[in-house]
Each structure stands twice: as structure tokens, then as C-alpha cells.
């Protein structure tokens, strides 16, 4: 599983996907599926879909850090981020979590310009993933 993935996963964002880091491939029962010939679609058997109410990560990440013994500063560490929720903040960690969302070359050489910008692009790809975050944390 990809640590972008663990992420989501440990906020509960991003549902089967990101909890098995799969995307569906295509079956040949999906390919007969796709090769019949279409129904037609009535307001009956139109289906509702179904609507995910966001997460409040910032909710969430404030309760972890009142029962966390340390004092960690997630607003605005990616390292204390990646501790609250448990996973590896080592400087190899951070690294492979800024190549997976695709840092600029110019800032993966300088860790205190990576740690910033991976700081802002995780909250932002959590808003972008169905979490609720406050638009000057993802700024």
C-alpha cells in the first residue's frame, strides 16, 4: 500500500481502493457486461448514487493529538502529520511520499522546502479525496 494510501486509509478517506491499493481490472464477465447490448433506462431504474459525506480530518486529527502523550504540531509538520497517524516519518519516508505526489526535482534536494510542500499537497490531496480541510491549512 502506498503511503498516501495508509494516509487515507488511517482518516478513513477513500474507501476499498485505498485500503487495498487496487484498481479494479477488467473481467471477461465485465467485458460480456459491456458487450450486450444497452437497456434502456428509466426514471425507476435510474440508480441513486450514493453520496459520501466528507471527512472532518481536522476533527479527526485534533482527537488523535489530545490523546496523543506527545505534543505534535500536525498544522503544520508533515512529520508530526505522519506521526499522529502512526506511520514512518523518516526522511526516506517523507522522500518516497513526495515522489508518489510528484514533488518538483528542485524541491526534493532542500527537506525543509520538501517538508512545506509536502505538507501543504498531502492536506490538499486529503481535501481532494473527500476530506473537510479548512482551505488556510491546505494553503
Known amino acids: 500500500m502506498s503511503i498516501f494510501n495508509k494516509i487515507l486509509s488511517k482518516l478513513g478517506l477513500g474507501g476499498e481502493a485505498a485500503k487495498n491499493d487496487t484498481v479494479p481490472h477488467a473481467t471477461t464477465e465485465g467485458a460480456a457486461i459491456a ?18 459525506a466528507p471527512v472532518d480530518v481536522t476533527a479527526k486529527l485534533e482527537a488523535l ?25 523518516s526522511l526516506a519516508a517523507r522522500k518516497e511520499l513526495a515522489m508518489e505526489l510528484r514533488i518538483p526535482p528542485e524541491k526534493l534536494e ?17 481535501a481532494e479525496n473527500g476530506g473537510n480541510v479548512p482551505a488556510e491549512l491546505r494553503n
Do not use: C, F, Y
Open 110 to 126: 532542500d527537506s525543509a522546502q520538501m517538508n512545506i510542500w509536502l505538507h501543504k499537497q498531502v492536506l490538499q490531496k486529503l
Open 65 to 89: 493529538a489530545a490523546a496523543n502523550p506527545e505534543k505534535l504540531n500536525w498544522r503544520t509538520s508533515i512529520v508530526d502529520l505522519l506521526k499522529l497517524l502512526g506511520l514512518d516519518s
Open 35 to 52: 458487450a450486450a447490448p444497452p437497456v434502456p433506462v428509466t426514471p425507476e431504474a435510474t440508480p441513486t448514487p450514493n453520496v459520501i
